[in-house]
């Protein structure tokens, strides 16, 4: 069974940083596309970051600039850097594998921006 587990989430005063995880295990991990939500709380889950099986990343306008993401093949995981924390950045994050019309969603990691 596939598992995703993220990590790196908490509290965090504005302008910090924080760096996300998101590991995969009994998967092939490479050949996916790998995206970053997050869902506020009241409102709808939306996309952040993604990066391609490839590499190539997106950020979403509300997070460019700030945050950045990368994957590690060879341990099945994938980062996302987040730095120039606002409050507005406060949610439940989540971790997306996509394959085709494969999807795999882990848990979530709460991230709170707060002073």
């Known amino acids: 069974q596939v598992q995703l587990v993220e990590s790196g989430g908490g509290l965090v005063q504005p302008g910090g940083s924080l760096r996300l995880s998101c590991a995969a295990s009994r998967i092939d991990f490479s050949i996916y596309d790998v995206g970053w939500y997050r869902q506020a709380s009241g409102k709808q889950r939306e996309v952040v970051a993604t990066?391609?099986?490839?590499?190539?990343?997106w950020f979403a306008d509300s997070v460019k600039g700030r945050f950045t993401m990368s994957r590690d093949n060879a341990k099945n995981t994938v980062y996302m850097e987040m730095n120039g924390l606002k409050p507005e950045d406060t949610a439940v994050y989540y971790c997306?594998?996509?394959?085709?019309?494969?999807?795999?969603w882990g848990q979530g990691t709460q991230v709170t921006v707060s002073s």
């Open positions: 997306n594998l996509k394959f085709l019309t494969v999807v795999y």
């Open positions: 990066i391609t099986s490839g590499g190539s990343t």
